[in-house]
């Protein structure tokens, strides 16, 4: 997908709540990336490219990090000793010290909440395949007219005859991909 048509969607995504985009609108919080990026060289030592491909991939495609963000905080890793720098076949290697290995210890469970938010992030990579962003509009439709027409009654059974016609519908698509497979 386009750059233009991730970032129309992502804008969608966020005014109507939908996925992970909606709560917190931007994948990494403040204090983050650095908190990633140490924790990717923790497991391996890696150049900046292939830590942009790390995270990209973390996220199933949904967050791309831009050299911009990348390269700044690996200069900030460096100036406070917790990972360092070596030039290896023309590229810049960075590997994490002993102070940046104690710092993720310290950290496991931030680290930990990152990846399980890269975990949810991958599981809507698919809303970027083509086509995907025209599902969005009439999906919340859906919504909306879910929720209209059980504000508008009062019968309890209400909530769930709506229930059983969206797990139908759900069904439904399901089974157009399993006669896909």
Excluded: C
Excluded at 63 to 78: D, F
């Amino acid at each position: 997908m386009h750059w233009h048509h991730r970032a129309r969607f992502h804008r969608q995504a966020r005014r109507h709540g939908l996925g992970p985009w909606g709560a917190r609108g931007r994948f990494f919080g403040p204090g983050e990336v650095r908190l990633a990026l140490l924790s990717l060289l923790a497991e391996r030592p890696q150049h900046g490219y292939e830590l942009m491909r790390s995270l990209e991939e973390r996220s199933g495609g949904t967050y791309r990090a831009s050299a911009g963000t990348i390269y700044p905080t690996l200069q900030q890793l460096e100036d406070e000793d917790l990972v360092r720098s070596d030039a290896v076949e023309g590229k810049r290697v960075y590997r994490v010290t002993d102070a940046g290995r104690a710092e993720v210890a310290r950290e496991a469970e931030a680290v930990a909440g990152i990846w399980r938010r890269a975990d949810d992030w991958g599981d809507w990579s698919d809303l970027f395949e083509p086509g995907a962003t025209e599902l969005v509009r009439p999906a919340m439709e859906l919504f909306k007219a879910s929720l209209r027409a059980l504000a508008r009654s009062d019968d309890p059974g209400r909530v769930d005859a709506i229930r059983a016609i969206l797990r139908d519908a759900r069904q439904r698509i399901r089974a157009l991909d399993d006669a896909e497979a």
